[in-house]
């Protein structure tokens, strides 16, 4: 069956460090993958989006890598700030045609100054 | 743009009760998504929309579980009669089907089933 499969525990790092969060993938051949902040009481925001056929993606402090052969995207945030705590999701576009995307549960990230 | 708006903000009702929620999507996106959210499942897809047309309703849990879109701006997700086991937060989401899939999210509802 398809998974994605993002770690349950949270990610505690100091100010100033980078932060990698993981999603992996079984079962999938996904067009696209999408990264999207969410913090307590709101909705997702999106942040970044990559696709098949690109290996790495940047934007600000943020990078996503994108490796379809171990079926794994690493989302980092250089120079994390405290503001950059939240739970962070990882959504898969399935590659055909339009379709929906299927989000992973999120991993909490928790930066302290 | 106000972004995606959705009402109520929170919800209490008594089992059995029928819940209403609304949402009024970013104007100009021709998709539509409804999600709900557990700790334990985390975001599912319910049921989305294109161009007012519901296109997939897969993920609906059940028959208790029905939604609208009446126009391009406005949705409703129905649940009647409601159960405990309906409580969560739904997101209501839009998007442009020439925007690379990003979908924007409303604020969610929080339903709380007693």
């Known amino acids: 069956s398809q998974k994605i499969e993002q770690n349950s525990e949270a990610l505690n790092i100091q100010e100033g460090k980078t932060a990698t969060l993981t999603c992996n993938y079984t079962n999938y051949s996904p067009a696209y993958l999408q990264w999207y902040r969410q913090d307590p009481g709101r909705g997702p925001v999106f942040l970044l989006l990559?696709?098949?056929?690109?290996k790495e993606k940047r934007k600000e402090r943020l990078k996503v890598t994108f490796d379809t052969t171990l079926k794994q995207s690493l989302f980092h945030i250089t120079a994390s700030q405290p503001a950059d705590s939240a739970t962070y999701l990882c959504?898969?576009?399935?590659?055909?045609?339009?379709?929906?995307?299927?989000f992973g549960k999120g991993t909490m990230l928790l930066v302290s100054p | 743009d106000a972004g995606v708006i959705q009402s109520p903000r929170h919800e209490v009702t008594e089992m059995g009760q029928e819940v209403t929620l609304r949402c009024k999507p970013i104007?100009?996106?021709?998709?539509l998504f409804w999600y709900r959210q557990t700790m334990m499942r985390g975001l599912e897809l319910l049921i989305y929309f294109n161009n007012n047309v519901p296109i997939d309703d897969s993920g609906m849990p059940e028959d208790r579980f029905s939604a609208k879109m009446p126009n391009a701006s406005f949705s409703t997700l129905k649940i009647q009669p409601s159960e405990p086991r309906d409580s969560a937060v739904y997101f209501c989401?839009?998007?442009?089907?020439?925007?690379?899939?990003?979908?924007?999210f409303g604020p969610g509802t929080r339903l709380t089933v007693t």
């Open positions: 989401a839009s998007s442009h089907s020439g925007n690379s899939y990003e979908q924007y």
């Open positions: 990559i696709r098949e056929n690109e």
């Open positions: 104007s100009g996106h021709d998709y």
């Open positions: 959504a898969l576009l399935p590659n055909s045609g339009y379709s929906t995307l299927t």
